[in-house]
Every structure is written in C-alpha cells, then in structure tokens.
C-alpha cells in the first residue's frame, strides 16, 4: 500500500490550506485514515482521525476546531483542512492508515501505514 500526501508548501499566517492524501494498494473504504504532525525538534504528534464512514472523527487535544478532516472513499483522498495557519502549525504532515477505529491518538502510534509527508511552513 501507498498514501501520498500532497498540498504542503509556504503559507502566510491567517490563510488556509487543505492537504490530500491519495491511497494506492489498500481497499481504502475499509480503512480508518488519520493525519498526524512532526514539527522540527519535536515528537509526532496526532492530528486527526476519520473511520470508513465519517461517522467518527476525532482530533487531537491541540486542535480546538481550525482543523477539519474529511474524505472521498471515491477518490481514495483524505483532506485535512487547516484555518488561520499560524507559525506553530509548521511542520511535516504525515497521512496514515489502519483496520482499526480507535487508539490513534494513544502513543507510540502505529497505523499500519505511512505516507512520506507533505511540508507545510508557515510564515509570519
């Protein structure tokens, strides 16, 4: 299986950005997708999460509401969907996948796969 992210780059503070994870190799509609983070100097950290359906989605502690996660099981996409960037959202974005629903948030993380990650710099 393979997940590419994509939709990273240089965004100035107060805009937004969506990223895109396609999945290739895996029958995407039974897996739950998530998003997780890696900023320079810092461990990983989870982002989002959404299951097969969309009917449960879960975000990460930090996140109060400027982050949106959603998908097209007709695509094999994941969004996420990020507001008013700021600096702190600088990072690397990684996409996931795993059978189950639950404990994504629960270190150490293990889906069952990785994207390679996607930039995402934000400037002030």
């Known amino acids: 299986a393979q997940l590419a992210e994509s939709g990273g780059g240089l965004v100035p503070a107060g805009e937004s950005l969506r990223l895109s994870c396609v999945g290739s190799g895996l029958t995407f509609r039974h897996y739950t997708m998530g998003w997780f983070r890696q900023a320079p100097g810092r461990e990983r950290e989870f982002v989002a999460a959404i299951n097969w359906s969309g009917s449960i989605i879960y975000y990460g502690d930090f996140v109060k509401g400027r982050f949106t996660v959603s998908r097209d099981n007709d695509k094999n996409t994941v969004y996420l969907r990020i507001d008013s960037l700021n600096p702190d959202d600088t990072a690397v974005y990684y996409c996931?996948?795993?059978?189950?629903?639950?404990?994504?948030?629960?270190?150490?993380?293990?889906?069952?796969?990785w994207g390679q990650g996607t930039q995402v710099t934000v400037s002030s």
């Open positions: 996931a996948a795993d059978l189950a629903a639950i404990n994504w948030d629960i270190r150490p993380y293990r889906p069952s796969y």
